[in-house]
């Protein structure tokens, strides 16, 4: 495996921890260039054991405002990153892990200079209310203000959880004293949030990375592949990639073609109103991944698009549905993911979403 995709998802963790922290989760694509073979790891959060459907809820049962409900400590998920990175330098890491990580520590220890996305995030959860957590107001909101952006910015405590994680592995983050450490924080947010049930030490010492099939599909003369469900967007850029190709005939277009940019752009709208309505955790039932890619639905999506070029995109009836089971979605805008792909000189690839 590309020996810099640890290092890099730790330095991502210490400068973007908004998109990329160790209490995260991710997807993790592995090509293996000897054996040919495409594994894929799900690293992605769960809810807690004591979690309730009901928990992001009103009283009158309707969904609370995302700002709301992501401001809950019933919207904590158990972090499943340090658990994929250690699972995938088990089976494929080459440098010891210890010194994957140093870079990060470094840079904790010796600290950056914090970047403007990182800066607005940390103004926006400033504005979501953080004060029921010192240990994130302490490194984040010194004084109640961001760090400045013309100073280094050191995040010490972090550093020491890196070096703790380089010397006892991986699994530590879930048994021992970093579990301790979690439980007895998200413990703490039980007073000031009385329908929050807390955290068991089960969640941690329980959670175990998936393994899924890939999601895979032939188009323009390739068979591409991609993450499955609960990912959303690789089945995402698979439908937009299928509905540019019928948008742009068997001809195709140049890039220095204008209308070949229009295309794109509406290929990705109607998917993503697809992606947001259909895909979700697979756990809680059955998603219509290839009724989205039958040819016969993405001709006719490509029809309906060609034929109202400035209609708002809606969700389609994929092959097997003859219904909308759930109320449509509003759109937003997604700024809390970091992705990477690398390739090492053997052709060993790795396609990384945290």
Not at 235 to 250: C, D, I, R, W
Not at 266 to 290: E, F, N
Request: one cysteine or more; charged letters at 15%; aromatic letters at 6%.
């Amino acid at each position: 495996m590309p020996k810099a995709v640890f290092t890099t998802t730790a330095v991502l963790a210490v400068v973007e921890p908004q998109s990329s922290g160790l209490a995260g989760g991710g997807f993790l694509l592995h090509w293996e260039a000897k054996q040919r073979q495409l594994s894929v790891l799900d690293g992605r959060e769960v809810a807690s054991e004591r979690s309730r459907p009901t928990d992001l809820l009103d009283p009158a049962g309707d969904p609370l405002p995302w700002r709301q409900a992501t401001s809950k400590a019933n919207a904590i998920g158990i972090p499943g990153t340090v658990a994929l990175l250690w699972d995938a330098h088990q089976q494929y890491g080459r440098l010891p892990w210890a010194t994957t990580l140093q870079p990060a520590i470094r840079l904790a220890r010796d600290g950056f200079h914090p970047s403007p996305r990182l800066l607005r995030s940390l103004a926006m959860a400033q504005r979501l209310g953080a004060a029921h957590s010192t240990a994130f107001q302490a490194p984040y909101l010194p004084g109640g203000q961001p760090p400045p952006a013309d100073q280094r910015f050191r995040n010490p405590a972090l550093a020491r959880t890196l070096e703790h994680l380089a010397a006892q592995g991986g699994p530590s983050f879930y048994n021992g004293a970093l579990a301790r450490q979690i439980l007895q924080e998200i413990s703490a947010l039980q007073p000031q949030e009385p329908g929050f049930r807390g955290w068991t030490a089960a969640d941690l010492s329980a959670y175990a990375v998936g393994r899924r099939p890939p999601l895979c599909h032939n188009l323009l003369n390739h068979r591409l592949c991609t993450m499955p469900p609960p990912s959303s967007g690789g089945l995402a850029v698979l439908q937009t990639l299928a509905l540019l190709q019928e948008l742009n005939g068997p001809t195709g277009t140049s890039a220095s073609d204008p209308r070949s940019w229009q295309r794109l752009a509406q290929a990705q709208s109607w998917a993503d109103a697809d992606r947001l309505y259909w895909v979700r955790d697979p756990i809680d039932g059955a998603i219509p991944s290839r009724g989205l890619l039958d040819p016969a639905y993405i001709r006719a999506r490509a029809r309906a698009i060609q034929a109202s070029p400035t209609r708002r995109p809606t969700p389609g009836l994929p092959p097997g549905t003859t219904r909308y089971p759930f109320a449509l979605p509003k759109q937003g805008r997604e700024e809390g993911t970091s992705h990477l792909s690398i390739v090492d000189r053997q052709g060993n690839i790795a396609s990384y979403t945290s």
